[in-house]
C-alpha cells in the first residue's frame, strides 16, 4: 500500500494531513460520514494513503479493519497512487469481438503495465472494464473523459501520444 511522503517528522505529518482534518470538521464524527470523508479525503490526495485511513478511524471511532472494509468492497476507493489520465478498456461483448484484447494488448505494451496497474511517472492507470456502454463504436476506450471508439491497436500510439504532454 502507499505511504505518505511526510517522513518521520510529527510537523511534516502534520502538515501532509492538514488538508484531512479541513475536510473532518465538516463532519460530525460519526459511522455515517465515513463514505463521504473517504471520498473527499481521495479527491484531495489522487488515492487513499495508510496515513489518511489511520487518521480516519480515528477520527471517526472506527477500528482500522472497519475503514479497510469499505476501502477495500467499494471499487471507487483506491489504495495506490492512481495517474493522472485513468484509461478505461470496455471488455464488453461487442468490444470483445471486434478486437478489445488487441487494443488492451497494445495499450499494454506501449505503457508497460498490465491491467490494473498505473505507469511509474503516474501520467497512466489502465484498466479494463466490463462495460462503457458504447457498443457502436466498438472496441472503445475512454481516457478520463474522452472516448475513443472503433479502434484498432496501430491508432493507440498516436491516441496515447495526445495525453503524454
Known amino acids: 500500500m502507499g505511504q505518505c511522503q511526510c517522513g518521520n517528522s510529527t510537523e511534516s505529518k502534520e502538515k501532509y494531513l492538514a488538508p484531512l482534518k479541513t475536510i473532518l470538521e465538516g463532519y460530525e ?6 463514505i463521504p470523508v473517504l471520498q473527499k479525503a481521495q479527491d484531495e490526495y489522487g488515492y487513499l494513503p495508510e496515513e489518511v485511513i489511520k487518521e480516519i478511524a480515528n477520527r471517526l471511532n472506527l477500528s482500522l479493519s472497519q475503514v479497510y472494509g469499505v476501502v477495500t468492497f467499494y471499487s471507487q476507493f483506491h489504495l495506490e497512487p492512481r495517474g493522472e489520465n485513468i484509461i478505461r478498456v470496455c471488455m464488453g461483448t461487442a468490444c470483445h469481438v471486434r478486437g478489445g484484447g488487441q487494443v488492451l494488448n497494445k495499450i499494454k505494451e506501449e505503457l508497460g503495465v498490465d491491467d490494473g496497474e498505473t505507469t511509474e ?45
Open 29 to 34: 464524527g460519526k459511522q455515517k460520514d465515513l
Open 121 to 165: 511517472d503516474l501520467k497512466f492507470t489502465l484498466e479494463s472494464v466490463a462495460c462503457i456502454g458504447a457498443c457502436g463504436l466498438a472496441p472503445v476506450i475512454m481516457i478520463n473523459d474522452d472516448t475513443h471508439g472503433r479502434l484498432t491497436p496501430d491508432k493507440i500510439p498516436a491516441i496515447l501520444e495526445k495525453y503524454k504532454a
